[in-house]
């Protein structure tokens, strides 16, 4: 890996279509495929893109508000959050939304988790039936993972903001404070991370999203406010 894919959908490396790393490549190779499904020939695009987090998550949509993708977004029975796309540059929902597409991403757990590969499961069968006004009940074989997503492993729905973002410079030595989890309440005043040597608090009393448990990355972590 030479950067994070979802960190390359830049206006400037479209436009100038660089192809420097091999996921520029790719991301090029992306759009030559979306460009075979036309905006005038559809009367409805959708997408859906897939991640799990590096620590432990609750289930979650992140969704840019533009179009219609606020109002898809609460169709689905988990986490709603606002304005990742909008805080870090270059994610592939940024470029898709701003093509005529309505989605979001869905991050459905940490990495690892068993669970998390039955989130992602249970949120294509749902998408595919809220766009296609499918009956999944009808079908032999209903899928298990559909329930087993909405009502044992997805929070109940909430929607959040993201009101902050700590950003990391190459060479920061940043560590966080250990056994931090997505959507935990934090305090003002509360040691977050210790950073070049020094204690790193929290400026707020809200929510830590996103918290770093791995080498690579240059988000440390980000704030988020229930609205």
Known sequence: MEEDLNRTWKEDSITRKKKDTHEQREM????????????????????????????????YVSVQVVNDNDEWAQKFPTYIVRGFSDIVYGAIDHYLSRTGLTGFTFEAGQHENTESIENHEGMIWLALKEACSLNLKSISCYPDCVENFASKNAPDQKVFEIIHRHGLEKDDEFKMQPGYKNFQKIKKGEVLAMQNGKELKSEWDAYIFMPLYQAQGNDGFFVIEEV
């Open 28 to 59: 090029h190779e992306i759009i030559e495929i979306l460009e075979k499904y036309p905006e005038k020939d559809y009367g409805k695009r959708y997408f859906l893109d897939c991640h799990t987090t590096s620590s432990d998550s609750l289930p």
